[in-house]
Every structure is written in C-alpha cells, then in structure tokens.
C-alpha cells in the first residue's frame, strides 16, 4: 500500500488557492443512508433481492444512472438489460425523492471548514455528480447552499467528473487558472478529475471512494475534517 499523502510535502503548492470546489456525497454530506434506501426499496419494488448497505455505498459517486446499474448488476448477478435500466431509473429516483432528507446530513467539520475559508476570502462552488434536482435542495436543506457562488450538478454540463470539463467551467465562472484552484473530495472520481483539469487535490478519508483505501489515491493531502482543510490552507 502506498504510504498517506498526509505524509508527504505539498510541492506543488506554490501559488495561492483562490478557490476551493468540493464534491458533494462523501465529502460534504452523509448521504449514504438515503441513497442505499432508495436502491433497496428500487430493487424490492422490482422484486429483486436487496443488497447490503456496505455494497451499495461502494456504487456511489458517478451519478444515479451509475448507481441504478450498478445496483441492479449486483443483485441479478449479471449486467441488466437496458429494459430493466430504463424501468428502473424512475422507480429509484421515486423513492429517492422521499427518503433523500431523511438521515442525510453535514459530516462533522464541515460547517466550521465552510465557514473558516470563506472568511479567509476564497471562492466555494460545489462540483457534484449529482442531479441538480436532487443537489440543490439537499444543500438548501442542510443549510449548506448559501456557503456556494456555484453549483456544477452531473446534469448541468454535457460532461461529469472524472472528466475535467464541471473544474475548467468553475475556473471560468471565477476567473481563475485551474492551478489557482483546490477539489476536496473522497474518490477516485474527484482524483482523476483534478489530475485532468490540473487542479490541487485534497481526500477525506470519512467518504465513500467507490471502495477504495483513501490512502492509495492520487491526492495532495488527505485532511481529516474540512476544518482541518481550512487550517492547512490558511496555513499555506
């Protein structure tokens, strides 16, 4: 296993961040619970057999076309078939609208970071896989939307992460370079986007990183907490 990036030194941080994007479900929110609720309640209400929360929280993070399907596969054992895709999707999303409020919350630190870099001056979007009609009340709900000058949902581009284009749309939006600006988040998705758009990276390790030690991604520093992140880079 590759030692923590907590360990080693940030060589690359020689010009100021300006802007600080941060991923959504594991990162920002606990939205575990709600999301494997829906998939359960998707695959009972089409008579499959329901899966452990555990394998599910592993299919987050691409977005809920990505969760459908890879939940579906999980329980047939099989890929399924893109009539059981197309029957699927509004069936999750039904269920997710009802459920999506109901245990999902702001991990811990999470305000206090929010709050600790917006005074020190830098620019907040939040750069997520998600459907802007899921996203955006789930932030306003959580008292998380106002921290934000942008919001880049998986349905607002033509592209999501991993590809870099939601990164270069927010480095445009605040007219910064993409080195100028830092990505928190918890998977590989995050990572590889960054990597892409030539951004700072940060993991948390408390995500869900589609099943993947925190440790062995491709990240600059892995920070506790967001308020950890705040006072690194305030630090820098």
């Given at each position: 296993?590759?030692?923590?990036?907590?360990?080693?030194?940030?060589k690359n941080?020689?010009?100021?961040?300006?802007?600080?994007?941060?991923?959504?479900?594991?990162?920002?929110?606990?939205?575990?619970?709600?999301?494997?609720?829906?998939?359960?309640?998707?695959?009972?209400?089409?008579?499959l057999?329901?899966?452990?929360?555990?394998?599910?929280?592993n299919?987050?993070?691409?977005?809920?076309?990505?969760?459908?399907?890879?939940?579906?596969?999980a329980?047939?054992?099989?890929?399924p078939?893109?009539?059981?895709?197309?029957?699927?999707?509004?069936?999750?999303?039904?269920?997710?609208?009802?459920?999506?409020?109901?245990?999902?919350r702001?991990?811990?630190?999470v305000?206090?970071?929010?709050?600790?870099?917006?005074?020190?001056?830098?620019?907040?979007?939040?750069?997520?896989?998600?459907?802007?009609?899921?996203?955006?009340?789930?932030?306003?709900?959580?008292?998380?939307?106002?921290?934000?000058?942008?919001?880049?949902?998986g349905?607002?581009?033509?592209?999501?992460?991993?590809?870099?284009?939601?990164?270069?749309?927010?480095?445009?939006?605040?007219?910064?370079?993409?080195?100028?600006?830092?990505l928190?988040?918890?998977?590989?998705?995050?990572?590889?986007?960054?990597?892409?758009?030539?951004?700072?990276?940060?993991?948390?390790?408390?995500?869900?990183?589609?099943?993947?030690?925190?440790r062995?991604?491709?990240?600059?520093?892995?920070?506790?907490t967001?308020r950890?992140?705040?006072?690194?880079?305030?630090?820098?």
């Open positions: 296993m590759k030692p923590s990036p907590q360990a080693q030194p940030l941080f020689r010009l100021p961040v300006k802007a600080v994007l941060f991923d959504l479900d594991g990162t920002l929110l606990d939205t575990a619970p709600d999301l494997v609720a829906a998939a359960n309640a998707m695959l009972s209400e089409l008579a057999r329901k899966l452990d929360a555990r394998k599910i929280q299919f987050i993070g691409g977005g809920i076309a990505n969760l459908v399907k890879r939940t579906l596969a329980s047939l054992e099989r890929e078939d893109s009539q059981l895709l197309e029957r699927a999707m509004p069936i999750y999303e039904k269920h997710y609208a009802k459920v999506m409020l109901n245990q999902t702001p991990f811990a630190g305000v206090e970071g929010l709050q600790a870099m917006r005074a020190q001056g830098l620019r907040l979007a939040c750069v997520t896989n998600k459907a802007e009609r899921f996203a955006r009340p789930l932030l306003g709900a959580t008292g998380l939307l106002d921290f934000f000058e942008l919001l880049v949902c349905d607002n581009l033509p592209r999501k992460k991993p590809d870099p284009l939601p990164l270069r749309h927010a480095s445009e939006h605040f007219g910064v370079e993409t080195h100028e600006m830092l928190i988040g918890d998977s590989p998705l995050d990572t590889q986007a960054a990597r892409a758009a030539g951004c700072h990276i940060f993991c948390v390790p408390y995500g869900y990183s589609q099943g993947r030690d925190v062995e991604l491709d990240c600059d520093a892995i920070v506790a967001l950890d992140a705040a006072k690194l880079l305030r630090n820098l």
